[in-house]
Every structure is written in structure tokens, then in C-alpha cells.
């Protein structure tokens, strides 16, 4: 299975929550990504777009994009060390990304009050942004 986090990145103790979320996360795993750094409230990450995530248009399809950036959301989210999952999100395609184009993504958390927060992940190209997604999240109790 492909390994998400980038030896190094999230080893101390108080991202154990975080690398076991990541551990267990085939999604993540399924399209490549790797996380490349991982702090309080920011995660930054990269894949390459695959063949087969080229949509009849020869672009990344947005459904891949999205999910790479819901899994930066997540990092960024979870970081805290609680169990945080999504709310709401949205993205806003802005240039497309095409077959072996690497698309790199920053998150970081905007806000944060009680259960609830506020993420915003830029991804990009190049240094050219591609798309900016926002997610809102609410921490949940811990399973037992």
C-alpha cells in the first residue's frame, strides 16, 4: 500500500491521532498523495494526475482534485489532536491540471471556535493555482 505521510513528516507524540487517521486512509492512498508537511492547523501535500484521472476533456477530473484536497482538510483539521470530520465543503476550479502534472495543496485552518472550524486549501501547479476549496469541520466525540 502506498505510504501517505513523507518519512519525517508528523513523528512526534502529539500526531499519533493524525498518522493513524492517515494509516487508515485508502482513499488517500488510492490516488498517490503524499503529505509532505504536517503542523498545527496546516498540512501541505502533492500527487501526479494519472491517466486515469483524466476526465473526456483530457483534464484532471474534479472529483480526484477534490479529494486530494479533503484529504489536506483533513490533516490540517485533525491536527489538534481530536477527532474532526467535515461539515461542509466546496471548491472553485479555477485552471485545470492535466496527465503528469504534479498539483500541490497548502491547507490551513482560517478559524476556529468550540467544535467547529474554518479550512482553507489552495491547490496549485506550477505555482499557479488551480483550485481553492473551503472546508468547515466539527470535532466529535472520540470512539471508545
Same mark, same amino acid.
Given at each position: 500500500?502506498?505510504?501517505?505521510?513523507?518519512?519525517?513528516?508528523?513523528?512526534?507524540?502529539?500526531?499519533?491521532?493524525?498518522?493513524?487517521?492517515?494509516?487508515?486512509?485508502?482513499?488517500?492512498?488510492?490516488?498517490?498523495?503524499?503529505?509532505?508537511?504536517?503542523?498545527?492547523?496546516?498540512?501541505?501535500?502533492?500527487?501526479?494526475?494519472?491517466?486515469?484521472?483524466?476526465?473526456?476533456?483530457?483534464?484532471?477530473?474534479?472529483?480526484?482534485?477534490?479529494?486530494?484536497?479533503?484529504?489536506?482538510?483533513?490533516?490540517?483539521?485533525?491536527?489538534? &489532536?481530536? #477527532?474532526? $470530520?467535515?461539515?461542509?465543503?466546496?471548491?472553485?476550479? @479555477? *485552471?485545470?491540471?492535466?496527465?503528469?502534472?504534479? /498539483?500541490?495543496?497548502?491547507?490551513?485552518?482560517?478559524?476556529?471556535?468550540?467544535?467547529? &472550524?474554518? #479550512?482553507? $486549501?489552495?491547490?496549485?501547479?506550477?505555482?499557479?493555482? @488551480? *483550485?481553492?476549496?473551503?472546508?468547515?469541520?466539527? /470535532?466529535?466525540?472520540?470512539?471508545?
Amino acid at each position: 500500500m502506498h505510504q501517505i505521510l513523507r518519512p519525517g513528516v508528523a513523528e512526534s507524540p502529539e500526531f499519533s491521532h493524525v498518522r493513524a487517521m492517515f494509516e487508515g486512509d485508502n482513499a488517500t492512498a488510492h490516488i498517490g498523495a503524499e503529505i509532505t508537511k504536517l503542523e498545527l492547523g496546516h498540512c501541505e501535500g502533492q500527487f501526479i494526475v494519472r491517466p486515469e484521472m483524466c476526465n473526456g476533456h483530457g483534464t484532471a477530473q474534479g472529483g480526484f482534485l477534490y479529494t486530494f484536497a479533503d484529504s489536506l482538510f483533513a490533516g490540517a483539521c485533525n491536527s489538534p &489532536g481530536e #477527532v474532526a $470530520v467535515a461539515a461542509h465543503n466546496s471548491i472553485h476550479y @479555477i *485552471a485545470p491540471a492535466f496527465k503528469g502534472d504534479v /498539483v500541490k495543496g497548502v491547507a490551513i485552518t482560517r478559524q476556529s471556535w468550540g467544535r467547529n &472550524g474554518i #479550512v482553507d $486549501v489552495e491547490l496549485s501547479v506550477e505555482g499557479k493555482p @488551480i *483550485a481553492e476549496f473551503r472546508g468547515t469541520f466539527r /470535532v466529535i466525540p472520540a470512539k471508545k
